[in-house]
């Protein structure tokens, strides 16, 4: 493998993040995915957030970053709950976290019950098919972009992690 394809793959590698989020997971996989995810490079390793404080003490310092999923797996957790769990998961040392946003909340046209939470939308199978509807859609990138974000993304491959950056700063809370 020559040089070019080599930095072209760390390339790639440097925005991929590598998860494990299973029911099942044990200690076992989250080192596998530590090992590969570090060795590749990879921007961060993602687990739920009873692993964070275990992946953040023993992933080796470099580019990778810890990752937490937060309401995982379908977002339908309070905002309080989210919040409760976002704040334990820097706590234990995760440096992105990846927030499921309430998609039947967008459903019924609850848009400012979701809105206070996140900037990225991941989807199941189900949601995709709802946000094709390019009405809702536009609906729902007009409203987070009213509440100050930028950049707005929706995962269509759906509950794979992602980047949530800096999403405590810009969650409205009362603690």
Do not use: W
């Not at 080192?31 to 957030?49: F, Y």
């Not at 939308?121 to 974000?149: C, N, P, T, W």
Request: aromatic share 8%; proline share 2%; hydrophobic share 40%.
């Amino acid at each position: 493998m020559n040089d070019k394809v080599r930095s072209e793959i760390k390339d790639v590698a440097r925005k991929l993040d590598l998860s494990i989020l299973g029911a099942a997971t044990q200690t076992a996989d989250v080192d596998e995915i530590i090992r590969v995810g570090s060795a590749a490079g990879c921007a961060t390793v993602c687990v739920n957030p009873c692993y964070v404080s275990y992946v953040a003490h023993n992933l080796p310092r470099g580019l990778t970053k810890t990752c937490s999923v937060i309401g995982y797996p379908f977002g339908q957790h309070s905002t309080a709950a989210k919040m409760a769990e976002a704040r334990q998961a820097v706590e234990d040392g995760a440096e992105e976290l990846d927030m499921v946003a309430n998609i039947g909340f967008f459903k019924d046209g609850r848009d400012s019950e979701v809105g206070d939470e996140i900037a990225r939308i991941e989807v199941d199978i189900e949601g995709f098919y709802m946000l094709m509807d390019k009405k809702l859609r536009d609906k729902a990138v007009r409203y987070l972009k009213s509440l100050g974000y930028t950049y707005i993304t929706l995962d269509l491959e759906g509950y794979r992690t992602g980047s949530m950056n800096e999403v405590i700063g810009r969650v409205k809370y009362s603690p």
